[in-house]
């Protein structure tokens, strides 16, 4: 799958929010997804994307995008080791962004860029509107597509997933507009802080070579 093209928008701040600090649930200063009535058509595709299911296991056709993967796996872990310092940990939560971000379409680099500026890559995270872990998902959200649990918005993967595919739907919703797209995902549609954010945070996770 190929990452989606970025909405060439110009950048108007500098350094992307960077939130240290891992453990015991804390205080968030990301923003918040509205709750928004869904088509019942809308919300049975998005129950359905966010539908349990087993631990990423990539599947590749060729060689040449497995040595990619792998690449990309060593390269972005060795920049994220001063953030996750156990190594399982911090290959495992890598797996699962690369794994979710494909699976709903979209580019690795921009999830994790929309987690450094969320949560720090905090998986306790909790946002003063009560937004919890790694991508900041309002509890809402289990209610309206999930099983109703929003302790589970703490499990790694299932809030990888529930943000991977908030993002991808607000994608839809803007017509592929990804900076009015990032904008609705924090609650500040039409605004630059945020988007500009996230993509000056993207910069830090892509690979040489990549833009």
């Not at 923003?31 to 088509?39: C, I, K, N």
């Not at 690449?71 to 962004?97: D, H």
Request: hydrophobic residues 40%.
């Amino acid at each position: 799958m190929k990452p989606l093209a970025l909405q060439r928008r110009s950048l108007l701040g500098g350094a992307a929010l960077a939130l240290a600090g891992a453990g015991l649930p804390r205080l968030s200063l990301a923003g918040m997804q509205a709750e928004e009535p869904l088509a019942d058509a809308v919300r049975s595709a998005l129950t359905a994307a966010v539908a349990y299911s087993a631990p990423p296991k990539p599947r590749f056709d060729n060689v040449e995008a497995r040595l990619a993967y792998l690449r990309w796996l060593g390269a972005t872990s060795e920049k994220l080791k001063s953030r996750k310092s156990e190594v399982q940990t911090r290959i495992e939560f890598l797996e699962s962004v690369w794994y979710e971000a494909k699976r709903a379409g979209l580019d690795p680099s921009l999830m994790l860029g929309l987690v450094q500026v969320e949560s720090g890559f905090r998986k306790y995270a909790i946002s003063s509107a009560g937004a919890r872990g790694y991508t900041q998902v309002m509890p809402f959200w289990a209610n309206l597509i999930g099983d109703g649990q929003a302790s589970r918005l703490f499990h790694m993967q299932t809030n990888l997933r529930f943000g991977c595919v908030i993002l991808r739907h607000y994608l839809d919703r803007e017509k592929g507009d990804m900076y009015l797209a990032l904008g609705r995902y924090n609650g500040s549609r039409g605004k630059p802080e945020y988007p500009n954010l996230v993509f000056g945070a993207r910069k830090q996770w892509l690979l040489q070579g990549e833009i």
